[in-house]
């Protein structure tokens, strides 16, 4: 590499071989919706959680298990209005991000030329896979103090490690790789393959795919669990 001009700082020459590394870098506005419309998505576990231990304390569950309704038709009963809350959600976020920030002085978040297929395919997707996490995790808490505490504290890792609360391009190599483990990340990563970088389905479909198998992994694990509760 050609040795910095005369006056330039370390620290800017580092920063300007990121910069470069990185490629197109997310508005404050870009980075921010997308990846708290993410972080609210995989949050719905506590009222998941709290939902199912009422229904088990006032004998619900027991009720409905004696007439014979499958763990699966619980489960499916209660994932499919969560599903359609997080697209609701989802809507919202985005419409902030075109019209509320610009009111409040910030940058607007264009969806001009947005693949909408691709939009829908990563926004369903992160969808499906939070909604199934939570259902396997309501599943495994028994008291109001565990289902306070076990799924916010997964939640709150999930997006401290996966670039929710901190960009992964300024972490360090290692950070950006165990970022790569997080769902949270996946999901934020397909949303801006869409929304920053103008991708479609072949570029979103790799992350859309591993959030379907972790969709189908906890769901699974999620009927296993109601079926000895």
């Given at each position: ?9 370390i ?13 197109v ?5 870009q ?17 998941l ?5 009422q ?33 609701l959600?989802?809507?919202?976020m ?13 940058d ?17 997707a ?104």
């Amino acid at each position: 590499a050609p040795p910095p001009p005369p006056g330039a700082s370390i620290g800017a020459l580092v920063d300007s071989r990121r910069a470069a590394a990185a490629g197109v870098r997310p508005t404050a506005v870009q980075q921010s919706v997308p990846a708290w419309l993410v972080f609210g998505m995989f949050f719905i576990v506590a009222s998941l959680s709290g939902l199912f231990l009422q229904e088990r304390s006032s004998g619900t569950l027991a009720r409905l298990r004696a007439l014979g309704v499958s763990p699966a038709m619980l489960l499916l009963s209660k994932a499919l209005p969560y599903f359609g809350v997080n697209l609701l959600q989802a809507a919202l976020m985005l419409a902030i991000g075109v019209w509320l920030m610009p009111s409040l002085g910030g940058d607007a978040l264009s969806l001009a030329g947005v693949h909408w297929p691709a939009l829908l395919l990563a926004v369903g997707a992160t969808s499906a896979a939070a909604v199934a996490l939570s259902l396997a995790l309501a599943g495994l808490v028994r008291t109001p103090a565990q289902a306070g505490t076990l799924g916010p504290a997964i939640n709150v890792l999930m997006a401290a490690v996966g670039g929710i609360m901190v960009p992964t391009f300024v972490m360090p190599a290692f950070m950006r790789q165990l970022a790569a483990a997080s769902p949270m990340n996946w999901g934020l990563e397909a949303l801006l393959a869409v929304l920053l970088r103008g991708g479609g389905i072949q570029e979103v479909w790799p992350y859309a795919l591993r959030l379907g198998l972790l969709a189908l992994a906890a769901a699974l694990a999620a009927v296993l669990l109601f079926r000895r509760a």
